[in-house]
């Protein structure tokens, strides 16, 4: 009978959809920091370009300072208009963020994003933000503008809730910052490790994995090696910490420090930028911020230095040390800052940016007399094989409704299973 056929055909299409449904039971996973007081610390997640995207629109999009975006990244920021060069699609890049305390998770709210004609959550979190967050934690961050998730007015303003942790600026007691990580398919635990100078046990800690196994879509937390600044927190820029090999601008754009290659002694100069800043000569002294003064005697080498002890009150205060060392220490090591022409053909304006094993011939330049430039480029390509700690609070969690297609399925499955005649 023409009712019964169908009824039998339906069973083994449903069992179809299941089979093919199936890679979605590995859900994406996400290290969630539980937290408890008000404290923020310096974050990055790594994002890849969906487009090609002036330094000004990505910035934009992260709601964050294009100088600010540039130096992490080790971009020379003294070239004129520097904030107009577009970089190019699939480019990997360090976005750095602030890290807050939000109803008792570590996470960004400082992003918004004004929607455009045919966006849709979906659209917005997987395709402009490259999976750093979920359609669903966009419309629980936005539940009061958003009242049908299936149209979006053209103009509204969403928060973007980002990724990021703090684990107490450290990992195995010493200084880091945490960069959220979205997991693609070429990516092994092992391959992120070796990239990012870590190992897999320490990555396992961190994200409170219980195997080295890692699917798409994963969100890791990546301890990267920083330098640490000891500034006072009524500093407006207290707990400043730099990734090694980059930089960071603070003090209105006056002040750039950055964590050289090898080292995680933080050292700050006066910025390319600076145009009108506040004193920036150590009191009693002709030195002025960066500036180093040696001498051998035959108790050893006196070192006088002025240093940087944060921006207050809208002044930057200096720090006149001198100290008695065994050896005199050698020139400060700079991470050699990056043109923002190579990243841009002569030829094509959208030319792709050298991966990190190509740059040997891009030029590379180091301070002028203000900027501070990583043995490497921190702008990348995602790595082929993947990019390559401590114990944590961080707990990995599942989105629920990634595994609703296969319940359903299932739930259908068997129903029409037991309906059927015998």
């Known amino acids: ?131 750093l967050v979920s359609a669903d934690q966009v419309k629980e961050a936005n539940a009061n503008s958003i009242s049908d998730p299936s149209v979006l007015n053209v103009g509204t303003s969403l928060v973007i809730p980002l990724p990021c942790s703090c684990f107490n600026g450290t990992d195995n007691n010493l200084p880091a910052v945490y960069m959220s ?41 990546i301890p990267l090696s920083a330098c640490a600044s000891s500034f006072p927190k009524y500093a407006s820029d207290y707990a400043l910490s730099v990734p090694n090999g980059s930089y960071a601008i603070t003090a209105s754009h006056c002040v750039q420090c950055s964590c050289g290659p090898g080292t995680r002694n933080l050292y700050c100069m006066p910025a390319s930028l600076a145009v009108s800043c506040s004193s920036m000569q150590c009191k009693n002294s002709n030195l ?35 100290s008695l060392q065994p050896h005199c220490p050698g020139p400060q090591q700079f991470p050699p800052l990056i043109a923002p022409t190579s990243l841009v053909g002569q030829d094509s304006l959208f030319a792709p940016a050298p991966s990190p094993s190509e740059t040997a011939g891009a030029p590379t330049t180091f301070p002028k007399s203000s900027v501070v430039p990583s043995t490497g480029s921190t702008i990348q390509f995602p790595p082929a094989n993947g990019p390559t700690g401590s114990s944590s609070d961080a707990c990995s969690l599942v989105n629920p409704l990634a595994s609703f297609p296969i319940t359903f399925l299932l739930a259908l499955y068997f129903k029409n299973v037991v309906s059927l005649p015998l």
């Open 1 to 131: 009978m023409p009712t019964e056929n169908l009824h039998y055909d339906v069973v083994p299409l449903l069992f179809i959809c299941l089979l093919i449904s199936f890679p979605l039971l590995i859900s994406s996973k996400s290290t969630i920091e539980p937290c408890s007081n008000a404290d923020s610390c310096s974050a990055v997640v790594g994002y890849t370009l969906y487009t090609d995207l002036k330094v000004a629109e990505v910035a934009a999009l992260f709601s964050v300072d294009p100088i600010a975006l540039l130096t992490a990244n080790s971009v020379d920021i003294s070239y004129p208009d520097v904030e107009n060069y577009i970089f190019p699609s699939q480019l990997f890049l360090k976005v750095p963020i602030t890290c807050s305390c939000v109803d008792g998770i570590r996470k960004s709210t400082s992003t918004t994003y004004k929607t455009r004609p045919s966006d849709t959550l979906f659209a917005i979190a997987n395709n402009v933000y490259g999976g």
């Open 181 to 221: 990580y979205v997991v693609r398919p070429v990516d092994t635990l092992a391959g992120i490790a070796s990239k990012y100078t870590t190992t897999v046990t320490d990555l396992m800690n961190v994200n409170a994995l219980g195997s080295p196994a890692i699917n798409d879509g994963d969100i890791l937390a």
């Open 288 to 322: 002025m911020l960066g500036n180093v003064t040696m001498q051998q005697t035959s108790a050893g080498c006196n070192v006088t230095s002025c240093s940087y002890g944060g921006f207050v009150n809208g002044s930057i205060v200096t720090i006149l040390s001198t």
